[in-house]
């Protein structure tokens, strides 16, 4: 499922127009982007939780020719699934 399909399977659930679910959709994505900017983590009972980690700087290789590279640290989102999205998926 893409972003459009979503947005037309909301918009169908909240009876509401396509550009209103889009609109809701997008208002909600930009608060966790931002939250998530600023360090804050982003949970919602049983679905799960939004986060920045912090990945250290590593030692690579280069696949192709397999010299070695620095890769810089950064900050990378993570999403950690809660518990009823879990039994959702596996059927329970």
């Known amino acids: 499922m893409n972003k459009g399909e979503f947005v037309e399977a909301l918009a169908d659930r909240l009876d509401v127009s396509r550009a209103q679910a889009d609109r809701s959709l ?9 939250r998530m900017a600023a360090g804050e983590k982003v949970s919602f009972t049983g679905f799960g939780s939004f986060e920045v980690s912090e990945r250290a700087a590593r030692t690579g290789r280069n696949p192709q020719t397999g ?6 640290a ?10 009823s ?8």
């Open 26 to 34: 997008s208002a909600v994505l930009d608060i966790i982007a931002e």
């Open 74 to 83: 950064a900050r990378v989102p993570k999403f950690s699934a809660g518990a």
């Open 67 to 72: 010299a070695t590279i620095e890769i810089a």
């Open 85 to 92: 999205l879990k039994n959702a998926v596996n059927g329970k």
